[in-house]
């Protein structure tokens, strides 16, 4: 009888190894980014208790870390498609030029909310249509609309700020930014909305495979009726709608709209997308790699200031950190080939 149990313990023990190695392969990146992100937070715990055993440092982490999260998600589809997009940060302004207008006129705070979040939308679709239908490389694109939507920015409200104090107990206010206690924050609620949201889109709809296609291979995406066109210029609209909603919180936060913001979102928003392992190359990439990610980078600046490291260290671990990050995907992605 031995005999029989033995063959049987090792076919079922080969079996387990067998789809331990099929998981590591297929979530190399994703363990990987979690694995920066546990040593990150032992160092900073044991190097800075007092900061790290209080719950203060991570409410401020879930009120910041979702103002260019937001972005990073849907941002994560671009890339996965092998595009690239620089004009988000000033698409947040613009959206919020969208919401004055509307709720200067008529007092309605959700009118220019929906105002908002349509501006950012038509402004990324507008990025989609030069990209799709001029031929425009992407990324050079991108950086000339990151200037002319910041043109359009300064034009129209003339380089002033605008104030609407009188919104902060105002109920959609409330439901966006208002705090909850003294841990969790509305941002962050939303940021996992809308992580959920591209996850969906990535993994459970027909879009989202169109998006790696076109990322791996876009000739054989053509070739298998993939409408690429159609689909690269909403992946470019989804990003501006998410920079709007944005946008917006991060004005509602503060109860003023500045012409600069969104101008200091772009190296976040762009390294918790590498950080997460989405390749630049496109074709993989995920959500869940980004939302990591977001917070490797959200915790290196408090963790530096927290363990007593000045601000001059701060650009220099940061780049450290990402280059780090990204060697790693690419090693284990080398590996589990």
Known sequence: MTSHVEPARAEHSQDIRKTALRFARKNASQM?????????WI???????????????YASLMFSVPLYGIVALPLTMVVIAGEMDLSFGSI?????????????????????F???????????????????????????????????????????IEGSMKTFFELRNANLSKVLVGETNNFWEHEMFWMIVVAVIVWIILNRHQFGAH??????????????????????????????????????????????????LGEGQLMPTLSSVF???????????????????????????PGLIAIGMTGYWTQLINGSVIVASVAMHMFLRRRME
């Open 43 to 57: 160092w900073f715990f044991f190097a800075a208790p007092e900061t790290f055993q209080s719950k203060e440092i």
């Open 32 to 40: 990987g980014i979690v694995s920066v992100l546990i040593v990150m």
């Open 114 to 156: 929906v105002s908002s979040l349509v501006t950012g939308f038509l402004a990324g679709l507008v990025n989609g249509i030069i990209i799709v239908k001029l031929g425009i490389p992407s990324l050079i694109a991108t950086i000339g609309t990151m200037f002319f939507w910041r043109g359009v920015v300064q034009v129209t």
């Open 211 to 260: 998006i790696y296609l076109i990322g791996d291979n876009e000739a054989s995406a053509r070739l298998m009726g993939v409408n690429v066109d159609r689909t690269r210029m909403l992946i470019f609209a989804y990003v501006g709608l998410a920079s709007a909603f944005a946008g917006v919180m991060s004005s509602l936060q503060l109860s003023t709209f500045f012409p600069t």
């Open 275 to 301: 950080l997460g392992g989405t390749s630049v190359f496109g074709g993989s990439g995920t959500i869940f790699g980004t939302f990591v990610g977001c917070f490797v980078f959200g915790f290196i600046k």
């Open 92 to 112: 947040m302004a613009v959206g919020m030029v969208g919401f004055w207008y509307i709720y200067d006129e008529t007092g309605s705070l959700e009118l220019a």
